[in-house]
């Protein structure tokens, strides 16, 4: 990696730590007003100074996102069907140009791996890919899990590894509870996990746990934050995690206190 990559990578993983809590906020982009970001403005502003980084779309961040903020954006770049439609329909729909305007320090798309359009998506992220090269520009490519998928090691671990080999910079990938080590080891670029669909916090804080036990450089989390008792309380749970090396009995405990006192 040249100077320019390596310095946006350290701006979202942690040279201290080397570790990165990220917060996923794009879900609208195909599931439109979600549930905890019906109001994004209102919803992101107190969970935004305890992330390393903010997935984003460019139409959330325009109008969401206080242009002040020092948050680290990595924008999300694919897009297409609808909750409605098939998911894996996706395609390239903002410019690498665009991001540079919007000061991203990194773009991310989806890929279906064995979905209907597994080749098409793929091949996104190879012309994603060779456009950010020529900016320094970090490619996060997210294993999207279709319906009919297994979310096993199996499957998980030849997904991360095909968005490896296509040149993506960092890859975030769903855990599961057999073998995820074996995923890491398999992928020769730093995971982070997704958070997926909303489970009790503790759950929550566990599955963070053992994914960072396992080998995973953080979490990109999204429903598990924003749609909890407490998201302040809980981005700040993550954090002691990821970034403190806390037990899930102490997060747990910096959550129930946080959502207290809130």
Same mark, same amino acid.
């Given at each position: 990696m040249d100077w320019g990559m390596k310095n946006r990578l350290s701006k979202v993983i942690s040279p201290k %730590?080397? =570790?990165t809590v990220m917060l996923a906020v794009d879900h609208g982009y195909f599931q439109g007003p979600t549930t905890g970001l =019906?109001? &994004? =403005? @209102? *919803? $992101?502003a107190p969970l935004l100074p305890f992330a390393d980084s903010l997935f984003v779309t460019r139409g959330i961040l325009r109008n969401c996102i206080d242009a002040s903020t020092n948050i680290p954006i990595f924008l999300?770049? +694919?897009?297409? &069907? *609808?909750? $409605?439609? @098939? $998911? +894996?329909? @996706?395609?390239? %729909? %903002? +410019?690498m140009k665009e991001a540079l305007r919007l000061n991203a320090v990194g773009v991310g798309l989806s890929i279906f791996v064995g979905a209907k359009n597994e080749d098409r998506t793929i091949s996104n992220l190879g012309r994603l890919v060779n456009e950010a090269e020529e900016y320094g520009i970090p490619v996060l490519a997210i294993t999207a899990v279709g319906k009919e998928m297994e979310r096993d090691a199996r499957y998980l671990g030849l997904a991360c590894r095909i968005a490896a080999e296509m040149g993506a910079h960092m890859v975030k990938t769903y855990y599961c509870k057999e073998d995820f080590k074996k995923v890491v080891d398999g992928c020769p670029v730093p995971i982070v996990i997704a958070g997926g669909k909303k489970i009790p916090e503790r759950d929550a804080l566990q599955m963070a746990r053992n994914a960072i036990d396992d080998g995973a450089v953080g979490v990109d989390m999204g429903r598990n934050i924003f749609q909890s008792e407490s998201p302040v309380g809980m981005i700040q749970a993550v954090r002691a995690i990821v970034h403190e090396n806390k037990s899930v009995d102490e997060a747990f405990k910096i959550f129930n206190e946080l959502k207290t006192k809130n």
């Amino acid at each position: 990696m040249d100077w320019g990559m390596k310095n946006r990578l350290s701006k979202v993983i942690s040279p201290k %730590t080397g =570790k990165t809590v990220m917060l996923a906020v794009d879900h609208g982009y195909f599931q439109g007003p979600t549930t905890g970001l =019906k109001t &994004p =403005k @209102e *919803s $992101l502003a107190p969970l935004l100074p305890f992330a390393d980084s903010l997935f984003v779309t460019r139409g959330i961040l325009r109008n969401c996102i206080d242009a002040s903020t020092n948050i680290p954006i990595f924008l999300r770049v +694919s897009g297409g &069907p *609808s909750v $409605l439609g @098939e $998911l +894996s329909n @996706e395609d390239i %729909t %903002t +410019s690498m140009k665009e991001a540079l305007r919007l000061n991203a320090v990194g773009v991310g798309l989806s890929i279906f791996v064995g979905a209907k359009n597994e080749d098409r998506t793929i091949s996104n992220l190879g012309r994603l890919v060779n456009e950010a090269e020529e900016y320094g520009i970090p490619v996060l490519a997210i294993t999207a899990v279709g319906k009919e998928m297994e979310r096993d090691a199996r499957y998980l671990g030849l997904a991360c590894r095909i968005a490896a080999e296509m040149g993506a910079h960092m890859v975030k990938t769903y855990y599961c509870k057999e073998d995820f080590k074996k995923v890491v080891d398999g992928c020769p670029v730093p995971i982070v996990i997704a958070g997926g669909k909303k489970i009790p916090e503790r759950d929550a804080l566990q599955m963070a746990r053992n994914a960072i036990d396992d080998g995973a450089v953080g979490v990109d989390m999204g429903r598990n934050i924003f749609q909890s008792e407490s998201p302040v309380g809980m981005i700040q749970a993550v954090r002691a995690i990821v970034h403190e090396n806390k037990s899930v009995d102490e997060a747990f405990k910096i959550f129930n206190e946080l959502k207290t006192k809130n």
